[in-house]
DNA sequence: TTGTACGCGTTATCAT
DNA sequence: ATGATAACGCGTACAA
């Protein structure tokens, strides 16, 4: 047991009686050592079973090929798949990925930031967080010239990439979707209206009833997070009014679970009474008996265009922070929830 | 944009006329330091937007606070939920999570460690491959001393601790319950036996058959991997038979899934004909219509105990590394695809 | 209480 | 083609 101390290039230099620069050259492939020392030294690297110190080499050339991802949680279908994306994008560039939980708050957010940063990270990904209001924390980033990418949840800073959903367009077409279902009271469960995805959401529900001459009801709007039971609430809330809803247009897909619960419950039938599209496409949407339409975000690909805007920032070395926005179109899956015409189904993957 | 340069502990000392040692002393609360001086420290860092560059104090102390974690796939419900245990557990104590996934290749995974190892993370959490038969680079991680954990899937080498399920007792108790359920002639739809989850699954399930005297049949075993299509095939194996099952133990959701859906086209009626019991509770398995008995492996759960193995190693920093297994106990979560005897429910969370 | 000097493991610059 | 040496930013033993 006496090889507890990690093996360094200087122990093979002694081994082979050469200098620790000519081991560091020839593991580096520098064109002017000779074969034959390349050669040796790998050779006798490998019997020492020597390994870089990645550590040493990151102090040296002021990157670590580290880069962080701060979401929300990690354990939510969306996020952990933009965050395969991302790994699958980074890692053949020898980048490593630094996981980071907000637990959707702004001061967690925020210490996550710092200490990313003082662990020397390439580059930041992030979903803010439901809370986060101010920007202080993002421009300690920018000061660092640290490379950021938002994904999905954005908040607007000059300088900043990002790469998210066309929500505007996607509260549209789920929208009018249901329109052309036939659906004319469409309620919304929409989510916090203080992060951009669902307001603009909302607003493209609201351009849709206004583009198909559809009175808007303030009533039909209700706010949900992103429990089964607030949906179920929602659908209390609703079959309330005079007018009860012929559809339901949920922005997340547990809120719209909750409410296909409820409506079971009060024996209203899907779709032929009521029509239901959720939206993110859990797993779950799909593998219902009654499966939820809903609408796709492409998670893994939005991590794979995350990462390629970083790479592309820090091709470039340029000093100041290019801006590169990306807006990915979204994609309705119709199931059964909101397809009347059975046959017409255009999709039920 | 003069400010491009990292400020460090000798900016400081420069700008107070006072040495970089004392920066550092005061910066680390070494109680030689002069409350004054301490505090004028302080008061200047965070004024210079000082940050600790923590690849330098690793470099020096010989630990980075980092540690890294290899899974199969990041985005399955069960292993982002036992990361997200070990962040949760973790970070309160400094560290930080690096991620990174095998997908299933055994040749990946040794890839993954050798960088971990390169990074000099401080520990490494791991869920093996399928596909991992040979243990080298696991001899490589002990051999530096670095402490190893497994989790769920495991591995035997000695000097390495793991946390586990119970996945004998859990095979015993899901065929046990099927049996109570009035079954006799219960399939198993098994996952590869070359990883010793699924091998003790499948003997837990024999051993409940001989406990029950019923006679054990090899037409009924049947092996999947973790699609959907295997367990729809599956079925379709199994009905080939003159005596068909009345139960399925599905070593996987998925697969169990795919069961229950061609169960459903070929009218089959669950649990009234056929009980079904998958495993993992995956999300889905308690939102469909007709929920399915799940056997839960506490993963987040699973995840911080893992976390405190870590931690109790590095807490001794004895050069040897201790050997410490943990076994967890599963819970069964009967829902209505295995319950005839509804009004018995003893559970559907 | 504070300053000086060295080392962590690498790579890059300048010699040779 | 190879060697000597400085430097990255920090912490600490030793000195003062």
Known sequence: MKSKDKVTIYDISKRLNISAATVSRALNHN??????????????????????????????????????VIVPYINRSF?????????????????HIIICQSHEEAENEAEQINALLSTQI?????SVSKTTQKTDHIQKVLQEHTPLVFFDRKIDVP?????????????YIA???LIKE?????????????????????EGYIKALKDYHIDFIPNYVIEVNSKIESGMQAINELWKLNEKPDAIFSAGDYAALGAMQELRARKIKVPEEVCV?????????????????SMDQTPQEMGKIAAQVFLEQVKKNSTLSIEKKVVLPPELLIRESSSRKIHNLSDAS
């Not at 790998?42 to 002021?62: C, H, I, P, S, V």
């Not at 390439?122 to 992030?126: H, N, T, V």
């Not at 300088?159 to 509260?171: H, Q």
């Not at 599209?277 to 339409?293: A, H, Q, R």
């Open 31 to 68: 064109p002017k050592i000779s074969e034959k020392t390349r050669e040796l030294v790998a050779k006798t690297a490998k019997e020492m079973n020597y390994k870089q110190n990645r550590l040493a080499q990151a102090l040296k050339q002021g990157r670590t090929n580290n880069v962080g």
């Open 79 to 95: 996020f952990s798949s933009v965050i395969r994306g991302i790994e699958e994008e980074l890692t053949p560039h020898g980048y």
């Open 122 to 126: 390439d580059g930041i990904f992030m």
């Open 159 to 171: 300088g900043v990439s990002s790469v998210v959903l066309d929500d505007f367009r996607a509260g």
């Open 175 to 177: 929208t009018e979707h």
């Open 182 to 202: 036939g659906c004319r009271k469409i309620a919304h469960l929409s989510g916090d209206i203080n992060l951009e995805i669902y307001k603009n959401r909302y």
């Open 277 to 293: 599209v959720g939206f993110s496409n859990e797993p779950f949407t799909k593998y219902m008996e009654l499966p939820i339409t």
